[in-house]
């Protein structure tokens, strides 16, 4: 069952967020798309755009393979100044050219002069190539102090990210590495770089985060807190985790515009590499999370990253009921938005299928069981340490689960193949119900 209020495609495979840029008022969200088929393959960037981040209008694909050559992950920048030579305000996407007749991987542009409805390649593409089998992702972003763009990028088998320079977009020099110093797993994925803001504070810090394919806790998403001077990047805080579900994966921001807190705004794909290719045929594969504003938390041991469901997000719901869990089994709506106060509480969704999403909050540890009979791949326990106090909200979709926990320090997402448009909700304890408004 497609999701309610998570972007989905139309059809076909759907994973990583690419090129977030704001424009003209819009929200443009470039994604890896495979045009012909709903399992991976034949890269391309699809195409969204939102004016509010929470309805999404889906366009035709923007940068498509051609030429033995697929589009991997990259983002996209907005060039005010004409510094590519494409023109003042012209979009430009950053992506990894990917070979298909052999293992080669390199950094390559295309320019858009109609708000990314069509791009054309640079003809001297690549603009970067170091002649390596894993070497992805490019994220670019302007750094005002030094008046250059900044690039990040990583050497995957190595588990490094590099960190370049560029007056142009064209040439770009390297500046330093951020090595892995200790963190765990094997294989890192679309990194991102940005300046936050600490809460209560005038102050700012620099949040450096990478994707583990395999080997990494949670979802694979890894973070550390530090300060960036525009050649290097050094951590003040270890290595922490994102997101402890499964599927938050691949995350990455518009940078601009930022809210009145100053937080840019994020989002991932609700997806993993490893379970996706076992999911059943239905047209369509793969969602994106909900969009979260982002913000830093000091702590005695350093930063903690704090992530906060868009508001638009929060407007497609109306007010809130009571549900006493003790009284009984009820019909929960499959797209609802659950409040638990402090204190301990469990409760079970279930289809009539036999899948159940079981959670419960037992002192400061969160956990979540998901099993599913006709997916067994997606038997799953996921276990979450509260970090502080306060209610818990559980963001319930048709394919979905995201719990944010901790002021919005503490997150969880899952997906799910839970059926039909209501699901048995079982438990104990006390829970306040949201539902989407009619018109959502």
């Given at each position: 069952?497609?999701?309610?209020?998570?972007?989905?495609?139309?059809?076909?495979?759907?994973?990583?967020?690419?090129?977030?840029?704001?424009?003209?008022?819009?929200?443009?969200?470039?994604?890896?798309?495979?045009?012909?088929?709903?399992?991976?393959?034949?890269?391309?960037?699809?195409?969204?755009?939102s004016?509010?981040?929470a309805?999404?209008?889906?366009?035709?694909?923007?940068?498509?393979?051609?030429n033995?050559?697929?589009?991997?992950?990259?983002?996209?920048?907005?060039?005010?100044?004409?510094?590519?030579?494409?023109?003042?305000?012209?979009?430009?996407?950053?992506?990894?050219?990917?070979?298909?007749?052999?293992?080669?991987?390199?950094?390559?542009i295309?320019?858009?002069?109609?708000?990314?409805?069509?791009?054309?390649?640079?003809?001297?593409?690549?603009?970067?190539?170091?002649?390596?089998?894993d070497?992805?992702?490019?994220?670019?972003?302007?750094?005002?102090?030094?008046?250059?763009?900044?690039?990040?990028?990583?050497?995957?088998?190595?588990n490094?990210?590099?960190?370049?320079?560029?007056?142009d977009?064209?040439?770009?020099?390297e500046l330093?590495e951020?090595?892995?110093?200790?963190?765990?797993?094997?294989?890192?994925?679309?990194?991102?770089l940005?300046?936050?803001?600490?809460?209560?504070?005038?102050?700012?810090?620099?949040?450096?985060?990478?994707?583990?394919?395999?080997?990494?806790?949670?979802?694979?998403?890894l973070?550390?807190?530090?300060?960036?001077?525009?050649?290097?990047?050094?951590?003040?805080?270890?290595?922490?985790?994102?997101?402890?579900?499964?599927?938050?994966?691949a995350?990455?921001?518009?940078?601009?515009?930022?809210?009145?807190l100053?937080?840019?705004?994020?989002?991932?794909?609700?997806?993993?590499?490893?379970?996706?290719?076992?999911?059943?045929?239905?047209?369509?594969?793969?969602?994106?999370?909900?969009?979260?504003?982002?913000?830093?938390?000091?702590?005695?041991?350093?930063?903690?990253?704090?992530?906060?469901?868009?508001?638009?997000?929060r407007?497609?719901?109306?007010?809130?009921?009571?549900?006493?869990?003790?009284?009984g089994?009820?019909?929960?709506?499959?797209?609802?938005?659950?409040?638990?106060?402090?204190?301990?509480?469990?409760?079970?969704?279930?289809?009539?299928?036999?899948?159940?999403?079981?959670?419960?909050?037992?002192?400061?540890?969160?956990?979540?069981?998901?099993?599913?009979?006709?997916?067994?791949?997606?038997?799953?326990?996921?276990?979450?340490?509260?970090?502080?106090?306060?209610?818990?909200?559980?963001?319930?979709?048709?394919?979905?689960?995201?719990?944010?926990?901790?002021?919005?320090?503490?997150?969880?997402?899952?997906?799910?193949?839970?059926?039909?448009?209501?699901?048995?909700?079982?438990?104990?304890?006390?829970?306040s119900?949201?539902?989407?408004?009619?018109?959502?």
């Amino acid at each position: 069952m497609r999701p309610r209020y998570h972007y989905a495609p139309a059809a076909n495979w759907l994973s990583d967020p690419n090129g977030l840029a704001w424009q003209d008022g819009a929200w443009h969200m470039f994604y890896q798309y495979n045009p012909f088929g709903e399992e991976w393959g034949h890269m391309s960037w699809g195409h969204a755009v939102s004016s509010d981040l929470a309805h999404w209008r889906e366009l035709p694909v923007a940068l498509a393979e051609e030429n033995q050559t697929m589009i991997f992950s990259g983002s996209a920048v907005i060039d005010h100044a004409d510094s590519a030579g494409f023109g003042h305000g012209a979009m430009i996407a950053i992506y990894t050219g990917a070979r298909t007749d052999r293992l080669h991987q390199f950094q390559c542009i295309a320019a858009s002069t109609d708000q990314g409805r069509t791009f054309t390649k640079y003809s001297a593409n690549p603009v970067l190539d170091r002649e390596m089998e894993d070497f992805r992702d490019p994220n670019v972003f302007w750094h005002e102090p030094t008046q250059r763009w900044i690039m990040t990028v990583v050497l995957s088998d190595e588990n490094c990210a590099l960190i370049y320079g560029s007056g142009d977009l064209k040439s770009w020099e390297e500046l330093s590495e951020i090595p892995t110093d200790g963190a765990p797993g094997h294989l890192w994925e679309c990194p991102f770089l940005v300046e936050l803001p600490i809460e209560g504070s005038a102050e700012t810090r620099w949040l450096f985060k990478v994707d583990v394919l395999s080997g990494a806790p949670g979802s694979g998403a890894l973070y550390r807190a530090g300060s960036f001077d525009g050649i290097r990047f050094k951590a003040e805080s270890a290595w922490q985790v994102a997101d402890y579900g499964d599927e938050f994966y691949a995350a990455i921001g518009w940078t601009e515009p930022r809210d009145r807190l100053d937080r840019p705004t994020w989002i991932g794909w609700m997806g993993n590499h490893a379970v996706q290719k076992h999911l059943p045929l239905q047209g369509w594969r793969g969602a994106m999370s909900l969009p979260r504003r982002l913000s830093l938390r000091r702590r005695e041991n350093g930063f903690v990253l704090v992530q906060s469901i868009e508001p638009s997000c929060r407007a497609l719901f109306g007010g809130a009921e009571k549900i006493e869990l003790d009284h009984g089994c009820f019909p929960l709506p499959g797209c609802s938005m659950l409040t638990a106060a402090a204190g301990e509480w469990s409760f079970t969704l279930s289809d009539d299928a036999g899948r159940f999403l079981a959670c419960s909050r037992k002192a400061s540890r969160i956990e979540v069981v998901r099993k599913d009979a006709l997916t067994p791949q997606l038997d799953r326990k996921c276990e979450m340490e509260l970090t502080g106090d306060g209610p818990v909200e559980i963001w319930l979709d048709h394919g979905s689960i995201e719990i944010i926990a901790g002021a919005g320090a503490d997150c969880l997402t899952l997906q799910h193949r839970l059926a039909g448009e209501a699901w048995a909700l079982r438990g104990s304890g006390t829970l306040s119900a949201c539902y989407l408004t009619a018109s959502a």
